[in-house]
């Protein structure tokens, strides 16, 4: 199995950058790729940014291109999300989400507020 802890979550003002951490245990060889959902009030979950599990090909969604970046370190099994120019419908609790073995584990989530 595998744990994912999220951190680095917190309140900031439009404009302003967070970064965000993932860190894997347990399992961590062979883990596979690797990504950040959120979730909004109200929402359903939705796709962020991926990476694979060399670190070599990323993915966003259209609302973070251009603005966040994804990477990992395979060494320390950690993978970041820097967000810059953050907006208030950034708000969200941020998910990471790894894969392994055909199967997908999520940490708890931190908490991102972005305020007007």
């Known amino acids: 199995q595998v744990q994912l802890v999220e951190s680095g979550g917190g309140t900031v003002q439009t404009g302003e950058s967070l970064r965000l951490f993932c860190t894997a245990s347990g399992r961590t060889i062979d883990l596979g790729a690797m990504g950040w959902f959120r979730q909004a009030p109200g929402k359903e979950r939705e796709f962020v940014a991926a990476?694979?599990?060399?670190?070599?090909?990323?993915y966003y969604a259209d609302s973070a291109k251009g603005r966040f970046t994804i990477s990992r370190d395979n060494v320390k099994h950690t993978m970041n999300l820097q967000m810059n120019s953050l907006k208030p419908e950034d708000t969200a609790v941020y998910y990471c989400?790894?894969?392994?073995?055909?199967?997908?584990?999520w940490g708890k989530g931190t908490l991102v507020t972005v305020s007007s």
């Open positions: 990476i694979n599990w060399s670190g070599s090909s990323t």
């Open positions: 989400n790894a894969k392994w073995n055909s199967m997908n584990f």
